[in-house]
Each structure stands twice: as C-alpha cells, then as structure tokens.
C-alpha cells in the first residue's frame, strides 16, 4: 500500500509558526488531507488540497503540495495552546485513507 | 453535522471473548470503516464497506470481522479476543461522492482493553 511518512514530534513557542511535513509514495491521490486530533477524541477534517493545486490558505492554515517531490506540509501561523493536538496526512487508496503515523505538536507558552 | 456515533468509549474485555463494537452514521453514508490507532503506529484500516452487505478487508483484517446490515450500522467483531487487540478503534464514514472527495468523518474512538 501507499507509504505516508511524517516526522513524529515537533514543539514550537506560542506565537510562532508551526510547519508539520508530510512525504507519500503514490501520487494518485485526487485530494490530500490534513486530520487533527486532541486528547481523548476521534480525528476531525482540518483542511484538505485539491492534487491539481500547489497552495491553499485557510486562515491560520496553509497547505502546500509538491507533486514533483510528492511532498506535502501544513503551516499553522501565530500557533496558540489549543492547537497542541496530532496532526495526520492522509492520502486516499481506493475507497479509504492511508495514514501518516501522525506528528505530535506541542505548543508551549 | 455529521454524526459518527461508536457505542461504547472505553470496553475491558477477557481473553477468548466475543467482542462487538458498535458504529451508527446519520448521514446516509455510503462509506463505513473500521480503524485501530496504536502508539507509534498510527491508522491502519481493518475493513471497510461500501454499502450494505458488502465489505472488503484493509490492511489487517486477521482476528476480525464485520457485518453491515443497515446502512447506518457498521459492526466490528472481534470472535475471540486476544491481548494484541488491545487498541483504540475509530469508525468512520463517506459519502461516495462523485468528485472522488474522500472525505472521512470519524466517531470519538473505543478504548478496547483485553485482559
């Protein structure tokens, strides 16, 4: 199956940008995915980018995606406590989603 | 919003036991998926089921089996648990969406313990 690899932890000061990184190996993905997770919860849909698009920006969130490289990341501006959460990349295999293993971030005052 | 509802939050379970997990979607998904998330290993999908009374398995289906007799209801059985099945499992759903948008929602999560 398709590989979904991401770095496993990051610690970043509130206020500064975040930039979690996220690497695949099948580029024919339609969308690619962003997921968070808090404490205790289930994964919630942060964002999501279109295969044909190289950047999107929603809010605090961006997206970028390097076909080329097969590479995508998602950068959290001005980060704040509360989004001390795991952050999946997800890429679609046929009906599901291929997870990365998720990166930790924590996000200290 | 969508609604992704798993039965139970957290079930402690003996070894050898039948065990039922419960997952119901209000949304009139076509789509249902059964997840474990393990430390270090993240997601990895088990089964999944594109409509009623079909299924195909994920990438580690063993020990496992499932049932979908209603659209709305996806059932994850464990027919003899085994202490590796400790894990927390996530259901999820989609719609089979024309723009092959594979947008997934996700339940809270069953905290599964097999002593």
């Known amino acids: 199956g398709e590989d979904v690899e991401q770095s496993l932890f990051l610690s970043v000061r509130e206020g500064d940008s975040s930039v979690i990184n996220c690497t695949y190996t099948?580029?024919?993905?339609?969308?690619l995915y962003w997921y968070k997770q808090e404490p205790g919860a289930g994964l919630q849909l942060l964002t999501y980018?279109?295969?044909?698009?190289d950047m999107k920006q929603d809010q605090r969130l961006t997206v970028l995606l390097n076909k080329k490289d097969k590479h995508l990341s998602l950068r959290i501006a001005d980060t704040q406590t509360g989004d001390s959460a795991i952050y999946f990349c997800a890429v679609a295999q046929g009906y599901a989603l291929n997870f990365g293993k998720g990166t930790s971030l924590l996000v200290t005052p | 919003d969508v609604k992704v509802t798993q039965s139970s939050r957290y079930l402690v379970k003996r070894t050898g036991e039948k065990v039922f997990l419960e997952c119901v979607q209000d949304?009139?998904?076509?789509?249902m998926f059964w997840y474990r998330q393990d430390p270090g290993l993240g997601l990895r999908l088990i089964y999944f089921?594109?409509?009623?009374?079909?299924?195909e398995k994920g990438d580690i289906p063993e020990g496992y089996s499932v049932s979908r007799e209603k659209k709305e209801r996806f059932s994850l059985i464990l027919e003899s648990a085994s202490t590796n099945q400790t894990s927390m499992y996530l259901c999820a759903s989609s719609l089979l969406d024309s723009s092959t948008n594979e947008k997934l929602f996700f339940g809270s999560g069953t905290q599964l313990s097999v002593l």
């Open positions: 949304m009139d998904h076509e789509n």
């Open positions: 980018i279109f295969s044909n698009m």
């Open positions: 099948d580029s024919s993905s339609t969308y």
């Open positions: 089921s594109y409509d009623v009374k079909m299924k």
